[in-house]
């Protein structure tokens, strides 16, 4: 599905952007497709992995508009080894043992698929319709429960070989093989890390994923304390830095996983907007695709020499401080902004106005106390002057 927006995108910038080159049109649906890959993440995924009190404990909410100014060129985003080999393969314990396959008006159309007669059957994929019967059956099927019960699919016939019997693996065995190959410590250890108490007394030779999978779920999440803290701390270190200006950084924040599906099949006319939730008639009802919001990639349309910015004329490739908080830089696809991180907030007091630094959202909210503080004391002269004090 990822692919096939990959391409829509660059056909759409090729239709705003004639001019470009393939290498161009290439990169820039990436950045694009990226962004959407973690607007969707940050915004639908993690949500109902890990719930909003640890989204907002690791500071991973998405904001409406404006810039992150969290970005961090000295913090390696590369992923934790407990991660890959351990935590984010929870996913293996939500697993169904088949996909629905459902058409148009969303009624079966033909049997299920196990997971087993999937396996090595991706010729399957190339009969008509047979990835939006599969996507509309995953949309409207609920996930297994995350525990210790897992499917026999790939417990017993993981990647097997239909003609010869008993060839399957099991998926958990391997996890608990590769955490093991990886060096991943106990799970109490990581009880340690996350300020969580032991699991157990004396009790320290549980495997990271056999201790995570059972825990009880975080409010709001499906997974216990010890993953969502392990998770968050990924997704923090993984902090995205994509620059785009507001106007398109607007077009991308309207995109749903709902959406993506929409535009990237042959016959789902009509989605659930909160794809990975279930399907309601009163909270989550089936809308037409056409009803949600798509990009507009005319604001990736490449402009003249220069850029507009608060009445104030940019080249191209230059930068300037548009406001107190805020560096902007003239490009190709028009301007990009960049919040500014203020590490002295007295300073910026004795080099810009009050009034820059309040009409300057991003200063406002990284200077919020030094300004009260700030406008305690310039209160404090007033009144002293007032009564006729010397100040
Ligand atoms: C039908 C569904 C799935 C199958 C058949 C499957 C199968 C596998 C297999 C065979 C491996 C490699 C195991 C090894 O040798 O170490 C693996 C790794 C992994 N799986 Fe799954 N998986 C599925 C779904 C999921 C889901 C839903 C998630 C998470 C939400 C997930 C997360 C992972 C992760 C994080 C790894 C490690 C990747 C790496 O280190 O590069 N998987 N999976």
């Known amino acids: 599905m990822f692919m096939r927006e990959h391409n829509r995108l660059v056909d759409g910038l090729s239709k705003v952007n004639p001019h470009w080159n393939d290498e161009q049109l290439y990169h820039n649906g990436r950045r694009i497709l990226s962004a959407i890959l973690q607007q969707i993440t940050y915004g639908e995924f993690l949500p109902r992995i890990i719930g909003r009190d640890f989204l907002n404990r690791f500071g991973l909410t998405l904001l409406p508009n404006g810039y992150h100014n969290g970005y961090d060129s000295q913090c390696s985003s590369t992923v934790y080894n407990e ?11 939500l697993l169904k043992p088949h996909f629905e396959r459902l058409d148009r008006n969303y009624r079966p159309v033909e049997e299920p698929l196990t997971l087993r007669t999937a396996f090595f059957n991706s010729d399957m994929l190339f009969t008509p319709l047979a990835l939006d019967n599969i996507v509309r059956g995953i ?64 009790v320290d030779d549980i495997d990271l994923f056999s201790g995570g999978i059972p825990e009880t779920p975080v409010h709001g999440g499906l997974i216990g304390p010890t993953f969502a803290c392990i998770i968050g701390m990924q997704y923090e270190t993984s902090d995205p830095f994509i620059r785009f200006s507001e106007q398109q950084l607007a077009e991308i ?8 599906l929409c535009e990237n099949s042959d016959s789902i006319d009509t989605i659930q907007r909160q794809v990975m939730d279930l399907p309601d008639s009163f909270l989550n009802p089936r809308i037409p695709c056409s009803s949600m919001p ?26 300037d401080r548009i406001s107190p908080c805020v560096n902007c830089i003239c490009t190709f696809e028009g301007i990009r902004c960049q919040s500014l991180r203020i590490n002295d907030c007295n300073e910026l007091f004795s080099s810009h106005s009050r009034q820059d630094i309040l009409n300057d959202s991003v200063c406002k909210v990284q200077c ?9 004391s310039q209160q404090s002269r007033r009144i002293s002057t007032i009564f006729g004090f010397s100040q």
């Open 83 to 93: 991660f890959a080999a351990a935590v984010f393969r929870f996913g293996h314990s």
């Open 139 to 202: 949309s409207t099927q609920s996930v297994e429960t995350l525990d210790h019960a897992i499917t026999e699919e790939v417990t017993n016939h993981l990647l097997e070989d239909i003609k010869k019997p008993f060839s399957g693996m099991d998926l958990i065995s391997l996890n608990l093989q590769r955490a093991r190959d990886h060096g991943i410590q106990p799970y109490n250890e990581y009880r340690r890390v996350c300020n969580l108490t032991k699991a157990k007394k004396n």
């Open 294 to 319: 798509s990009i507009d990639l005319t604001q990736w349309r490449e402009r003249g020499n220069s850029c507009v910015v608060n009445n104030r004329v940019l080249a191209i490739g230059r930068a």
């Open 253 to 260: 924040r309207k995109i749903t996983l709902a959406k993506v």
């Open 368 to 376: 919020a106390f030094s300004f009260g503080h700030n406008m305690r």
